[in-house]
């Protein structure tokens, strides 16, 4: 099983629509969660970060934790064509010092 | 507030030479990471370091090593270069241990081998 698993992509959605991003893990002690995005050719960048069960909002974006199923989610709501990059899920390691990250979900926002 | 910087942006080296990539993380960051990304592997996690010591390394071979210096500041060195090597190698910095606190990226190096 790997470590961190992601829905394949790619993912397309029209312009103003949501789109929704899966990511479980198998680390049970992971306590930590990231999400980065990344565009083509450039470095990940963090978006979002949420460390307890529930959702957390960030303007258009919610990620969603629930520890007990070990799975995260993050909601891309009113896309934008700039929103269409990867993005990529990091559960934060519970005996190491790896950050472990999925293979990434890429988004295409269609105008 | 500086980001994470790495240098330099862009190599061309030829198999069986050697390279070393630098990564000045932000101000008062103690950690840094480094990362191989390939489109076909994705992030490939390649070492740890906080406080000078390397805590944990990925599975690569013997000639990819690093160190960090007593401002943080860090490098990698691949020897005996490969085809396979030619990656875009990324490091984070996170204020305390990776994976506990938010890591932040430079924008890498993309090293080509021929």
């Known amino acids: 099983q790997k470590e961190v698993e992601q829905n394949s992509g790619p993912l397309s959605v029209p312009e103003g629509a949501i789109a929704s991003l899966n990511c479980t893990y198998s680390d049970r002690g992971s306590q930590s969660f990231f999400w980065y995005r990344q565009y083509s050719g450039k470095s990940p960048e963090l978006i979002m970060s949420?460390?307890?069960?529930g959702d957390k909002e960030d303007g258009r974006f919610t990620a969603q934790l629930n520890k007990a199923s070990q799975y995260v989610s993050l909601l891309i709501r009113d896309s934008q064509p700039s929103d269409s990059a990867t993005y990529l899920c990091a559960p934060s390691p519970s005996n190491d010092y790896k950050l472990s990250f999925g293979a990434g979900t890429t988004v295409t926002v269609r105008a | 507030k500086a980001g994470v910087t790495q240098t330099p942006r862009y190599l061309i080296k030829t198999r069986g030479q050697q390279v070393t990539l630098s990564c000045s993380p932000i101000?008062?960051?103690?950690?840094v990471s480094w990362y191989q990304q390939t489109p076909g592997q994705g992030l490939q996690f390649l070492f740890e370091y906080f406080s000078e010591t390397q805590r944990n390394k990925g599975n690569f071979p013997g000639r990819f090593s690093g160190r960090q210096f007593s401002n943080s500041r860090s490098e990698m060195n691949v020897s005996t270069l490969e085809l396979g090597d030619s990656a875009l190698y990324l490091c984070a910095s996170s204020l305390g241990p990776s994976g506990v606190t938010e890591a932040f990226f430079g924008q890498g190096t993309r090293l080509t081998v021929v």
């Open positions: 949420i460390y307890s069960n």
């Open positions: 101000s008062g960051h103690r950690s």
